[in-house]
């Protein structure tokens, strides 16, 4: 073995993963090479002082951070869960509702005080339903204000509660996706934007934030959103990225895969 | 149940599956050597600290790509250096590299013990970790990931995108920078 033969083979014995049979050819190699031995007693020293160095250690807050951001992202993900089972739950009560009603119509009996005791029933829920939105939307705006990151984040899963019309809620997402300093509460702020995907004002959002984003992981998010949504006016946008030579090349070869994918 | 043994790979597996809860468990197990990983490359606290949120924010978002026949810290380190980069790009700050470094007055990012307190083996340790601060990123990222990281070769070249043989070569080649720059510091100390 030659000497530039032998450099692979140093690296491989300071990590304890040399063949036996490398083990021979290196060992022999150094026997007969005295620059070469001398260079890995050298070099293998220094190694060794490496693992001497102490390590740096993160503050305390890390964990409380980690757990708090976590927390906020699981109620997010479970909520969102549990409110598609629910509305799955809700179309197989509609239908029961429905053939109810045709069969009280087929029996015709006690119609008309059916009617109007339904009526009161529905004006407390409409008003109730609106006072659960209330404090849904305040919760998720108060939250989405404030300076932890992670209480915005929190307040971002507050708004998979929201009413897809609510649009003081729709705003202070868009307003994350376009202003939030933290690249986490941005990315949580777009797939909470999904909610949304049938207001015309969000989908006008989506593609207006493309423009004016700059870090890769959430343009390739918001690329995703325009064709999850099949937003085919997002073509000019989209174009301006894939052509875009100072912008990553995964999210320009992101946005033609999306241009194909629109056509 | 918290599954105390279980292979980072299974537990990441489980997560992408729904089991959100297990990723506290690779929380515990990694967040030291992420953070480690960033100070090293960026000397900043306070940044490192970020984004070692970040990378299990997007292990999170990104868990149903998580590929359990594949190594998982060889995952996870892809992520941290997307979100590294992502970092750099976002706040136009840079990975300072040995030439930016020359003439300036470098601290140490660690409360390591000073030289005196910690000389072992002939070696001045607090001279070791300013020739390591000292050396470009790429050299210096190669040695955290597999000195004080300890991952294999191949999960390394998974990380950096190369073949495993590249990895060995670029491993030597640090050292070989690393030695440069240490005796350089230890001539410069003597005289």
Redesign the interface.
């Known amino acids: 073995m030659t000497c530039e033969e032998i450099?692979?083979?140093?690296?491989?014995s300071?990590?304890g993963?040399l063949s036996p049979q490398d083990s021979h050819a290196l060992e022999q190699h150094l026997s007969v090479c005295e620059q070469c031995r001398a260079e890995s007693a050298?070099?293998g020293?220094?190694?060794?002082?490496?693992?001497?160095?102490?390590?740096?250690?993160?503050?305390v807050?890390?964990?409380e951070?980690?757990?708090e951001?976590?927390s906020a992202?699981?109620d997010g993900?479970l909520y969102r869960d549990t409110s598609e089972h629910g509305r799955r739950t809700n179309l197989r009560q509609t239908l029961l509702r429905i053939a109810a009603g045709l069969a009280l119509v087929v029996g015709g009996a006690g119609l008309g005080y059916g009617l109007r005791s339904n009526q009161a029933s529905a004006g407390e829920i409409t008003q109730l339903r609106s006072e659960v939105g209330s404090m849904r939307q305040l919760v998720t705006l108060s939250l989405m204000q404030q300076q932890s990151?992670s209480e915005r984040l929190r307040g971002v899963s507050w708004a998979y509660r929201a009413e897809p019309s609510d649009t003081e809620v729709l705003d202070a997402l868009v307003a994350a996706v376009n202003h939030d300093t933290n690249?986490?509460v941005r990315?949580a702020a777009v797939?909470a934007l999904r909610t949304f995907g049938g207001n015309r004002a969000a989908r006008e959002a989506v593609k207006q934030a493309l423009s004016g984003e700059?870090?890769?992981?959430v343009q390739v998010a918001l690329i995703d959103l325009l064709v999850d949504l099949k937003e085919t006016g997002a073509t000019p946008q989209l174009r301006r990225v894939a052509s875009d030579d100072a912008a990553?090349m995964g999210v320009r070869q992101r946005a033609e895969w999306a241009l194909e994918r629109l056509q | 149940m918290i599954t105390v043994g279980a292979d980072d790979n299974v537990l990441m597996a489980r997560v992408s599956a729904g089991e959100l809860s297990k990723l506290a468990v690779l929380f515990e197990r990694h967040h030291r050597g992420l953070f480690r990983y960033f100070i090293s490359l960026n000397r900043d606290r306070q940044l490192s600290e970020d984004l070692v949120q970040d990378v299990f924010f997007r292990m999170l978002r990104y868990r149903s790509s998580y590929d359990p026949t594949k190594a998982f810290t060889a995952w996870m380190y892809q992520i941290a250096r997307r979100a590294n980069l992502d970092r750099v790009r976002d706040k136009r700050a840079e990975i300072v590299g040995i030439e930016e470094f020359t003439g300036r007055n470098l601290e140490p990012v660690s409360a390591a013990p000073g030289p005196e307190e910690n000389a072992s083996a002939g070696q001045d340790l607090g001279l070791l970790r300013r020739a390591l601060d000292l050396l470009p990123a790429d050299k210096r990222e190669i040695l955290i990931l597999s000195r004080f990281e300890e991952m294999k070769y191949e999960d390394i070249a998974a990380v950096l995108g190369c073949e495993i043989g590249a990895v060995k070569v670029r491993v030597y080649r640090a050292m070989r920078a690393l030695e440069q720059i240490y005796f350089g510091l230890e001539k410069g100390k003597a005289s």
């Open positions: 450099k692979p083979l140093l690296a491989e300071w990590a993963a050298r070099l020293e220094l190694w060794r002082g490496l693992s001497l160095l102490p390590a740096d250690e993160p503050g807050a890390v964990r951070r980690f757990y951001s976590f992202y699981r993900v990151a690249v986490n990315l797939d700059t870090a890769p992981i990553d």
